[in-house]
Antibody, heavy 121, light 112 residues
Framework: EVQLVESGGGLVKPGGSLRLSCAAS????????MNWVRQAPGKGLEWVSS????????FYADSMKGRFTISRDNVKNSLYLQMNSLRAEDTAVYYC??????????????WGQGTMVTVSS | DIVMTQTPLSLSVTPGQPASISCKSS???????????LYWYLQKPGQPPQLLIY???NRFSGVPDRFSGSGSGTDFTLKISRVEAEDVGIYYC?????????FGGGTKVQIK
């Protein structure tokens, strides 16, 4: 079964850091572009970042550039999001999503259940 | 950035009746390679989003044929031919032709 399971969310103070993980199973992880999407409480979906299968290409939303770093380990079948200098507006459920193939243009076919990040003092 | 505008914001539909959601992009989503990178997702209450339609009009695996997508360039439509109770949730369109990838604001579909 194709599955994505996020972890690492929690409560963090403004200015703090957090590292999210997404464990993938049921497919050849290295063959797919992977993505992070977030959803603030009661709000819509916001794309965060994408990474190509071999980590050559990484893209970020402007508000996350310089603060967030996406990475992956194709041996461990895992996707990561290192989040630094966190702000209250980063409070959201963070979803890991698998694209439909290797390109950035592909649909987000498979989604995890999400992990909640709360930034508050 | 490409702005995705969805209308209406919400929709209340009698079971068995049709429903239609519009999504307009601020720039064409037609790629030089011929594909149009417009997608539709449904987020049911308490669940992550799920892919319904890819590249304007292609139903994803397992999606009922009462869902259909159409459009071109900057104007797109998702139609549900006969709404069922399980179709409630928030529908989002999304473009992937240009970074940053952007979603529409969402359309909430409820049952009357």
């Amino acid at each position: 079964e194709v599955q994505l399971v996020e972890s690492g969310g929690g409560l963090v103070k403004p200015g703090g850091s957090l590292r999210l993980s997404c464990a993938a199973s049921g497919f050849t992880f290295s063959s797919y572009t992977m993505n992070w999407v977030r959803q603030a409480p009661g709000k819509g979906l916001e794309w965060v970042s994408s990474i190509s299968g071999n980590s050559t290409y990484k893209f970020y939303a402007d508000s996350m550039k310089g603060r967030f770093t996406i990475s992956r380990d194709n041996v461990k079948n895992s996707l990561y999001l290192q989040m630094n200098s966190l702000r209250a507006e980063d409070t959201a459920v963070y979803y890991c999503a698998r694209a439909g193939g290797v390109g950035l243009n592909r649909a987000f076919e498979i989604w995890g259940q999400g992990t909640m990040v709360t930034v508050s003092s | 950035d490409i702005v995705m505008t969805q209308t209406p914001l919400s929709l209340s539909v009698t079971p068995g009746q049709p429903a239609s959601i519009s999504c307009k992009s601020s720039q064409s989503l037609l790629h030089s390679g011929g594909k149009t990178f417009l997608y539709w997702y449904l987020q049911k209450p308490g669940q992550p989003p799920q892919l319904l339609i890819y590249e304007v009009s292609n139903r994803f695996s397992g999606v009922p044929d009462r869902f259909s997508g159409s459009g071109s360039g900057t104007d797109f439509t998702l139609k549900i031919s006969r709404v069922e109770a399980e179709d409630v949730g928030i529908y989002y369109c999304m473009q992937t032709i240009q970074v940053p990838l952007t979603f529409g604001g969402g359309t909430k579909v409820q049952i009357k």
